[in-house]
Each structure stands twice: as structure tokens, then as C-alpha cells.
């Protein structure tokens, strides 16, 4: 299994362009989300899927859209970049949710630089 | 609003010695407590999942505790070796949003040769 892949690794934007974030596990993994890691926050939840047609909100939605259309794939869009959204995004599933509370992988992260 | 704290922020130790990390949350409505592993410039790996229901887990030379009453989780590092330097992640697993963690800012050991 190639677990979670992300791509691009490194991805340099300007203000107000667009882009999507890649996403794919291949474990049949159910549920799949979205996190950005900034420098003296952490790690805050942006969205979040328990199956392929079903999204929602987590805590920091805004400025992002998700989509997931397989079970593989979850793409992060980003509808027009923002210096605020300049961060690491790691993408993480697990094959289960709810008080099972199944160990969560994460992917190797996209670091998005917006000028 | 749960809150994860982890204590201490950065540790240096020499090779071989055994070490503590802590890890304390505020809300003991959890599902469970995992710690991950970040090396620089990479992703997350789990090292260790604690069900809210168990007290402690242990994977090789870690173990970690879980006392839900009291908020607070312990990662039990033995015989540290330089390639365990790295960050040290701990998160609390919440009913909300799914599966949501709720992340600690972490603890950076170094261990020195």
C-alpha cells in the first residue's frame, strides 16, 4: 500500500489564484480530512468525509471546497488564494469513525506559499 | 472548548536515558488520546492509540498512559537513541466533526550521541 499520497509537495501561489490539492489513499479508508499546520496553532481541521458523496465543515472551512467523489480521492480546492492561507496541509484517513476511534495516517503534506 | 497542552515544549537528553513527555487535555470526552511522530519537513506517523476505555498501550521501547479523570496522557520514551530526535505530537479524539483531533503544539527532543 502506498498509504496517503499528496501532491504537489510544494506548490507557490500568487493572491487570488486558484487550486486544488491532491489527496488519494488507498487503504478503502472511510473517513478522510483535511488539516493546515501553522507555526503556534497546530493542526486545526479544515473539512472532513465520511464517505464518498458525504462532506462537511470542520473548523476553519472558509476559503476551501471539498469534493469526494470516490473513496479514494478527497482534492482540497482553493478558490482564491489568500496570504492567510500560507501553511502546511496534510491530508489524513482512517478506515472507520465514531467511538471505534481508529488510528488516523496522514499524508507527507503540501507546503503552499501565497505571495 | 477542549484544549491539549504538552509539557514540556523542547527536551535535550543524551543517548540511553529514559525520558517523559506529557500531554494534558481539558474535556475527558474523548474517544481516545494518540501520540504521532513529525520529523522535519515530513508528515505524521502514529506511534501509539489509547482507547478511552484503557489505560495504557506499548509499542517497543514506548508506552503511553491515559487517565481520563485527571486530563493527562504520558508518553514513556526507554533507552532513547539520536534517531528518535524529532517532534513529538500528542491528540485528543473527539465525538465532533467525525473524527476530529484536537492537536497539542508538541514536544521537540533531541537526543544526543
Known amino acids: 500500500n502506498a498509504g496517503v499520497t499528496q501532491t504537489p509537495k510544494f506548490q507557490v501561489l500568487k493572491t487570488g489564484q486558484s487550486m486544488t490539492l491532491q489527496c488519494a489513499q488507498d487503504?478503502?479508508?472511510?473517513?478522510m480530512s483535511w488539516y493546515r499546520q501553522d507555526p503556534g496553532m497546530g493542526l486545526r481541521l479544515i473539512h472532513y468525509?465520511?464517505?464518498?458523496?458525504?462532506?462537511d465543515q470542520g473548523e476553519v472551512p472558509n476559503g476551501y471546497n471539498v469534493s469526494r467523489s470516490t473513496t479514494e480521492d478527497f482534492p482540497l480546492r482553493l478558490l482564491s488564494a489568500a496570504p492567510s492561507q500560507t501553511s502546511v496541509y496534510f491530508c489524513?484517513?482512517?478506515?472507520?469513525?465514531?467511538?471505534?476511534?481508529?488510528?488516523?495516517?496522514f499524508g507527507p503534506g503540501t507546503r503552499l506559499l501565497v505571495l | 472548548k477542549q484544549e491539549v497542552t504538552q509539557i514540556p515544549a523542547a527536551l535535550s537528553v543524551p543517548e540511553g536515558e529514559n525520558l517523559v513527555l506529557n500531554c494534558s487535555f481539558t474535556?475527558?470526552?474523548?474517544?481516545?488520546l494518540q501520540w504521532f511522530r513529525q520529523d522535519p519537513g515530513k508528515g505524521l506517523t502514529s506511534l501509539l492509540l489509547?482507547?478511552?476505555?484503557?489505560r495504557e498501550q506499548t509499542s517497543g521501547r514506548l508506552n503511553a498512559s491515559l487517565d481520563k479523570s485527571s486530563g493527562r496522557s504520558t508518553l514513556y520514551i526507554a533507552a532513547s537513541q539520536p534517531g528518535d530526535s524529532a517532534t513529538y505530537l500528542c491528540?485528543?479524539?473527539?465525538?465532533?466533526?467525525?473524527?476530529?483531533?484536537?492537536f497539542g503544539a508538541g514536544t521537540i527532543l533531541r537526543v544526543k550521541s
Open positions: 489524513a484517513s482512517s478506515y472507520s469513525f465514531g467511538p471505534s476511534g481508529e488510528t488516523q495516517y
Open positions: 487503504m478503502n479508508h472511510e473517513y
Open positions: 468525509s465520511v464517505g464518498a458523496g458525504i462532506t
Open positions: 474535556d475527558s470526552a474523548i474517544y481516545n
Open positions: 489509547i482507547q478511552s476505555s484503557q
Open positions: 491528540a485528543a479524539c473527539l465525538i465532533e466533526y467525525g473524527n476530529k483531533l484536537v
